[in-house]
Nanobody, 123 residues
Framework: QVQLVESGGALVEAGGSLRLACAASGRTFSSYNMGWFRQAPGKEREFVGGISWSGGSTYYADPVKGRFTISRDNVKATVYLQMSSLKPEDTAVYYC????????????????WGQGTQVTVSS
């Protein structure tokens, strides 16, 4: 198993930038593909993006393409979500998630979840 803890959420003005981090502990971090999801009030949780176990492949949902970047540091066992050109519609609780490296890094079911971190973008 792996335990995930997100950090970095904050209140930021529209157009600003923010970097979220997700620290993993437990089983070897490089065993997992990692994903970022978000859930806005009254909406379903949605896939934001993912990164393969090696960092060699990344995937992004259309609403964040060109604005968000996912990276990982397997030595530090941490995955990052760099967000720029933030919009009020990016306001949500952001979650990181993990699943086996055998199952790809795109959308779909993930097995392990963090507790989430709040991002609020003011207009």
């Amino acid at each position: 198993q792996v335990q995930l803890v997100e950090s970095g959420g904050a209140l930021v003005e529209a157009g600003g930038s923010l970097r979220l981090a997700c620290a993993a502990s437990g089983r070897t971090f490089s065993s997992y593909n990692m994903g970022w999801f978000r859930q806005a009030p009254g909406k379903e949780r949605e896939f934001v993006g993912g990164i393969s176990w090696s960092g060699g492949s990344t995937y992004y949902a259309d609403p964040v393409k060109g604005r968000f970047t996912i990276s990982r540091d397997n030595v530090k066992a941490t995955v990052y979500l760099q967000m720029s050109s933030l919009k009020p519609e990016d306001t949500a609780v952001y979650y990181c998630a993990a699943r086996s490296r055998l199952r790809g890094a795109g959308p779909g079911q993930y097995d392990y979840w963090g507790q989430g971190t709040q991002v609020t973008v003011s207009s």
